[in-house]
């Protein structure tokens, strides 16, 4: 598979790892009946609980615990198969440090989506957020730090410094504690919504971006549509 065969199948990877997290997980929502789901102050865990309970103070009750749970495994399969994917577009640390964020992030995530919050194996699924959560903005802000070299715009390579670093950021404001627990949710989603908008950006950057060998031969096509001073005609 050549490189623009892969930045294509990635671009098209890191889309659907987006979407599916945003529909599955508005779909888990909205099926919460008494009480309704509170972006603001339930944590995106309490949609993955399949029994009604009351968990650390919080109401839960999610009849469609399967669609969040699929949510969370698909995404860390997907995100790590489109990092191996657009990979050959990076060199050196850079490459190194994105496939092994992205393992770590896929392993964290496929354990949240199986284990639940409120079972048995609650410490697994902490540990998987913990990991999925950390390890996933790192490799944006990789790819951030790799994206000049890699051709990739110069929008995307702010975007992809900025996200985690208010993910993250956000991430800190939660385990310090220092808002009301009804914000819990909002502080949480920090530091997973960045990874999850990145995965789109990422996606349409990948397709708006020129093959960097197309745009070096294209100078040199047509050596005999030259002029004199051996620039090409217009």
Do not use: K
Request: proline share 4%; aromatic share 10%; net charge positive.
């Amino acid at each position: 598979m050549d490189a623009t065969v892969r930045r294509y199948a990635g671009a098209v990877v890191f889309a659907v790892a987006g979407l599916q997290y945003v529909a599955l997980e508005a779909v888990a929502a909205s099926a919460w009946v008494d009480p309704r789901y509170d972006y603001a102050g339930n944590y995106i865990s309490d949609l993955g609980v399949p029994v009604a309970q009351v968990y650390r103070g919080r109401d839960i009750d999610s009849p469609l615990a399967w669609a969040m749970n699929t949510a969370f495994v698909l995404q860390g399969v997907l995100f790590a198969a489109g990092a191996a994917l657009v990979a050959v577009l990076f060199t050196g640390g850079v490459r190194r440090a994105l496939l092994w964020f992205a393992v770590l992030h896929g392993a964290g995530m496929v354990l949240v989506g199986a284990f639940h919050e409120a079972a048995g194996a609650g410490p697994l699924h902490h540990a998987g957020a913990g990991v999925g959560v950390l390890f996933g903005n790192l490799a944006v802000l990789v790819v951030g730090a790799g994206a000049r070299g890699a051709g990739l715009p110069r929008w995307f390579g702010g975007a992809s410094v900025v996200l985690p670093v208010l993910g993250l950021l956000g991430e800190a404001v939660l385990f310090s504690q220092i808002t009301p627990d009804r914000f819990d949710g909002l502080w949480e989603r920090a530091g997973v919504y960045s990874i999850v908008v990145w995965q789109l950006l990422f996606a349409a950057a990948l397709v708006g971006v020129r093959s960097r060998r197309t745009a070096h031969l294209r100078p040199h096509a047509h050596p005999h549509r030259t002029g004199a001073r051996g620039r090409l005609d217009t």
